[in-house]
């Protein structure tokens, strides 16, 4: 047990309050007790930690597929389909499981630097990936990739993924949780779409899956089905725990069919912007009911992991695409980066600093010049100056259900130096090959 307490605390509960003065408590079990005002606060035998700067719930990266550090900078210039087709799927062809791990790592240890404590993750290798993440002391949802292209057999993947949650539950770690990862409507048949569907709603897992991510896509199945939304309600995908990945081109009917069928977004303006995938209708997605946190897409798409950039990105092209500098403002995409993607997840265990929630907590150091006016402005200039000013080089410490895994800057439970060499080495053969 132990007890933190900084200027400022930001549970991010749905108003966005800002504690001065604050202490958040973890106990035994690496949950939380109590967070509230120092004054006030439970008399406790625990040590206390004094901070300063801000404390706030690890942020949640509700789309990833991190094990592609590896391919970071591959086909930048290109555009999504031939990107896919002609560079980053010959290219995983090539890796091999120790690979992936290697990539998981890095990815990770990026991830948790950044204040990112959970990520949701779509790829293939899941024990390998399981294994890296749990190495770095994070946390994690993983769809293990399903997919119909040349190499793969999506039956055989979809009925691993059955087998593994018959065998060791949705949750096999209180740090891991699986899912089914069906990559897209383009990439699986209807029928196919179907089975995993209806795995899934079987054992109530949550289903990932990308959702009208570019102009080409989007056009072949309005051709078709009138629109990816409509297929996937049509066939029976929708109407269990579905997480659909960009959902940029929608109309306001396929907005209503999400909402209807309580479907989540993942919305990541880096990737999308990166690739030209256009922007996706988070106001309006937002305004009818829909879930939305932050993703960052993988980083050969992006290319970093970093949702303090996405949380800028997201405001930001909502803003121009309104024309409206108040349609997404600091404290909603702060939102969207933690409470957010919890919501979205069905989670009520992370993403907030409330009594019984897990102990993933973020140090924000507020030495830097984004906060030269100190931290005594009113709350709005606070949040703006958090949201707009700061960044991932502001993350300080990070805690994991109670387990501190970054310490000034650095990762506790891993050499980062190392896992960079072999993420590196790994990167260079697929260069020479």
Not at 54 to 67: D, E, R, T, V
Not at 102 to 118: C, D, F, K, P
Not at 148 to 156: F, I, K, L, V, Y
Not at 329 to 356: F, Q, S
Request: glycine letters at 10%.
């Amino acid at each position: 047990m132990f007890r933190l307490r900084a200027p400022i605390v930001l549970p991010c509960d749905p108003s966005c309050a800002v504690l001065r003065d604050a202490v958040v408590d973890v106990d035994s079990s690496g949950r939380l007790g109590y967070v509230g005002p120092a004054d006030g606060a439970p008399a406790t035998d625990a040590p206390v930690r004094s901070l300063d700067g801000i404390l706030l719930p690890g942020m949640i990266n509700l789309h990833a597929h991190s094990p592609m550090t590896v391919l970071r900078g591959m086909g930048g210039d290109v555009p999504l389909m031939r990107w896919l087709r002609e560079i980053i799927w010959p290219a995983e062809a090539k890796l091999v499981p120790s690979d992936i791990e290697a990539g998981m790592l890095l990815g990770s240890v990026e991830m948790l630097r950044n204040g990112i404590t959970t990520s949701v993750e779509q790829y293939f290798q899941p024990d390998h990936v399981v294994r890296a993440v749990l190495a770095t002391g994070g946390r994690m949802v993983l769809g293990p990739a399903i997919v119909d292209t040349a190499g793969w057999s999506w039956r055989a993947q979809l009925d691993e993924v059955s087998a593994r949650i018959d065998v060791d539950g949705l949750r096999p770690h209180d740090r891991i949780e699986i899912g089914y990862g069906p990559h897209s409507a383009y990439t699986l048949s209807p029928e196919s779409l179907t089975m995993v569907a209806e795995a899934a709603r079987a054992r109530d897992a949550l289903l990932l899956i990308h959702v009208a991510e570019s102009q080409g896509e989007d056009a072949a199945q309005r051709a078709s089905h009138g629109s990816v939304p409509k297929l996937l309600a049509k066939i029976g995908l929708l109407g269990g725990r579905v997480l659909a990945a960009h959902s940029v081109h929608l109309s306001e009917e396929d907005i209503r069919i999400f909402a209807d069928n309580g479907v989540a977004v993942a919305h990541c303006p880096g990737s999308n912007a990166k690739l030209a995938s256009g922007i996706a209708r988070v106001p309006e997605l937002r305004a009818a009911g829909v879930p939305v946190g932050l993703g960052t897409d993988g980083p050969a798409s992006n290319d970093d992991l970093d949702l303090w950039e996405e949380m800028r990105l997201a405001a930001l092209v909502a803003r121009l695409s309104a024309m409206d500098s108040a349609v997404l403002t600091a404290a909603d995409v702060l939102l969207m980066a933690t409470r957010g993607g919890a919501e979205a997840l069905g989670r009520e265990d992370i993403g907030v600093l409330a009594a019984g929630r897990w102990a993933d907590v973020v140090h924000v150091d507020t030495s830097t010049e984004a906060f030269a006016a100190g931290l005594s402005v009113p709350d709005e200039h606070l949040l703006a100056n958090l949201v707009w000013g700061a960044g991932a080089r502001n993350v300080r410490d990070v805690w994991v259900g109670g387990e501190q895994v970054v310490a000034d800057h650095e990762p506790t439970k891993v050499e980062r130096a190392k896992v960079q060499a072999q993420a590196g080495a790994v990167t260079a053969r697929l260069r020479r090959s």
